[in-house]
């Protein structure tokens, strides 16, 4: 009978975390067996390097004909195999030496009695002996079929969850486009090009579609939002900007796009603009004028007001604005303008030396004479 107490509630908490660790364990056993398998794979792919590493070795030195009778040929020897099932494993890879260790006399099995009957390794070593893979498009403990058959799992449209593997379950995931237990239908925004039962190809849609059953903007079943129908049933921009109260700011523009529409400001006008460019202003910016409805600069610089007042400084005009620089030969200092002074020292310098150079000449045409 079962009654519950103060007494059950530690037995219950108890239960609860039993199971939740078997199910982490379950979990964990599931990951193992893909995991398993990939392991195998990688050793059978050693496997191979090692047959290519050693194709042209021998036994040291060049065999022997007393060696080739008495250890029979390298080819085929003991040695050969231990030096290729040496390199199976990184040193690290705990699980690929583990594999191997708890499986090296299958390895001698088959390199002296089953090669030749059996010469896909992995076929015979990780799918049929160990059982820790499956033959392509197959799954689980069974190995059975992906969903969609093993020839084409997920119908060439998806990966089957496991497929190769002792482990998984079959389900597939769809590629981009796909979806569907069977990956043959199409989401949203693609369409069918080709169907039957076991072969589908899906195709984006035009633009202008959410859903369609063709590739033009006329094949939609519904517009994408942005987009709405003509009177030819075919999806087209919606010109957000075109209605009477502008989705913009009051001092923005509005520009229409694809789907959409962007809001825009003018830099030449003061707020409220109609467009870009400088004829689409209800007011200029400061620093522009407003000549026959065209918003241009306002020459500072040329104003019968001069607007550089400091001394040594003179006037530049620049967009929309002016600065006042140095005039030449003078210099910044402290925010005021003054005489560079190296300038006249050098001029004075300059002079001087000229003087000397006529002096002597003159000098040397009177010693001459
Ligand atoms: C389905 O279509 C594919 C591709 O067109 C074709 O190869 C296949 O034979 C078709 N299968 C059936 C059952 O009609």
């Known amino acids: 009978m079962l009654s519950t107490g103060p007494q059950r509630l530690p037995l219950l908490l108890l239960l609860s975390c039993v199971t939740l660790v ?31 590493r050693t194709v042209k070795q021998n036994f040291g030195g060049g065999n022997t004909a007393w060696e080739e009778r008495k250890l029979s040929k390298y080819e085929t020897s003991e040695i050969r195999l231990m030096e290729i099932v040496e390199g199976l494993c990184d040193s690290s890879s705990f699980e690929c030496n583990r594999m191997v260790e708890e499986h090296e006399e299958h390895f001698e099995t088959w390199w002296f009695k089953r090669k030749a009957k059996h010469p896909d390794l992995h076929k015979w070593f990780c799918i049929e002996t160990i059982k820790v893979c499956c033959p392509k498009g197959t799954f689980g403990p069974d190995c059975n079929s992906c969903v969609g058959g093993s020839d084409r799992p997920c119908h060439g449209n998806g990966m089957c969850d496991g497929d190769g593997t002792r482990g998984g ?177 050098k001029r004075r310098e300059e002079k001087r030396r000229e003087e000397k150079r006529r002096e002597e000449k003159r000098r040397e045409k009177r010693r001459e004479e």
């Open 169 to 345: 379950n079959g389900k597939c995931s769809c590629d981009h486009g796909y979806e569907g237990e069977f990956c043959l239908d199409c989401i949203d925004g693609y369409f069918n090009e080709v169907r039957n039962d076991t072969f589908s190809l899906c195709t984006e849609c035009d633009t202008s579609c959410k859903t369609c059953t063709g590739a033009t903007n006329q094949d939609c079943d519904a517009c994408k939002e942005g987009w709405e129908e003509d009177d030819q049933e075919a999806c087209v921009d919606v010109n957000e900007c075109a209605s009477d109260s502008s989705p913009c700011e009051e001092d923005q523009y509005c520009l229409n796009t694809e789907g959409s529409y962007s809001c825009k400001g003018n830099y030449l006008c003061a707020p409220g603009c109609t467009g870009a460019g400088p004829d689409k202003c209800q007011a200029c910016a400061s620093g522009y004028q407003d000549t026959e409805g065209t918003c241009t600069d306002i020459d500072e610089c040329s104003q019968p007001e001069a607007v550089c007042t400091e001394e040594h400084r003179e006037c530049i005009n620049t967009k929309g604005s002016y600065t006042c620089i140095c005039s030449s030969g003078c210099e910044e200092k402290d925010g005021e303008c003054v005489p560079q002074p190296g300038r006249e020292e």
């Open 22 to 52: 078997l199910l982490f364990q379950v979990a964990d056993a599931k990951r193992d067996l893909k995991g398993a398998c990939v392991t195998c794979q990688q050793i059978i792919d050693n496997f191979n390097k090692g047959l290519e």
